[in-house]
C-alpha cells in the first residue's frame, strides 16, 4: 500500500489496524462492506491487513525486515539519535546535540544500538530502500508507524471469526439475584468491636473461555472505634486477583477471574 514518498510505512500500519478492527465490526454483525463496485467480505479486509504485515515484516523485493530487529535482515543505519549514537557507558563520555550530529550522522557503519521494534517510513513506490541516516524519508521511526502495529499483530495473533480465533470481548449481565448483597457479622476476638462485612458481585463478563467478576464489598464499623489492623480474607477463587484497593473510608473493591 503506498500513499506519499515520506515514511509511508506508518499510512500502511495504520490503514491495515484499522481494517482489522472493521474487519471484526463487520463479523459481528453479520454484514459485508457494500462498495460502488461490489460488496466486500469481512475476511477479505483482514487478508488485506495480513499481506501489510507480511510486507512490512519481509514479504517484499527488498526481502527485508522493517521493523528494526525481526529477521535476519533488517535496516541498521536508522535515523534515530538513540539508535546511532554509542552509550555512554561505552563511549565515557555525554555526545551533546551538535556533537551527535556533526560526529554520527554521515558515518556509513551500522548503528551501534539496535533500536528492536521501531518500524522506519520504508521504501518508495518503487520498492526501492537506502539504509542511510541521511534518508531520514525512508530510514526515520516513527510513533504513528509503529503504534498501530501493536493492535495489528495482537489481531493477527489472535485472528477472527469462523476459525481458531476468538470474538472481542464481550460484556454480559449476570443475574439479579447476583447483585443482591449477602451481609455477614464478623466480630474480632482481639477487640471485641462487631465488624460487618456486604458483599456483592456488581457485574461479570466473558473473555475469550474465561469469565470475570467484579466483587465488591463493604466493610462496616459499627463499633465507633478506629481499627488500625484488619486483615480481609478471600476464599475458593481461581486466578489472580487484580484492584484490592480503597474504594472509600468504608469500602473496597477487588476484581477476581475464576475460569469456566
Known sequence: MYVREWNNLQYASAAAFLLAVYSDYLSAGNARLNCHDGSVQPQALLDFARSQADYILGKNRQRMSYLVGYGPKYPIRVHHRGASVPSIFVQRSSVSCVQGFDSWYRRSQADPN??????????????????????????????????????????????????????????????????????TTYTPKQSGAPIEFLHSITANWMAGNTRYYRHKVIIKNNSKKEISDLKLKIEDLSGPIWGIIPASSVAKDSESRTNT
Open 114 to 183: 539496535v533500536i528492536h521494534g521501531a518500524l522506519v517510513g520504508g521504501p518508495d513506490q518503487n520498492d526501492n530502500y537506502s539504509d542511510d541516516w541521511t534518508n531520514y524519508e525512508q530510514s526515520e521511526p516513527t510513533l504513528s508507524g509503529t503504534a498501530p502495529l501493536v493492535g495489528l499483530f495482537a489481531k493477527l495473533s489472535v485472528g477472527s471469526y469462523g476459525g481458531r480465533y476468538s470474538k472481542p470481548y464481550q460484556t454480559t449481565k449476570p443475574p439479579a439475584s447476583s447483585y443482591k448483597a449477602t451481609p
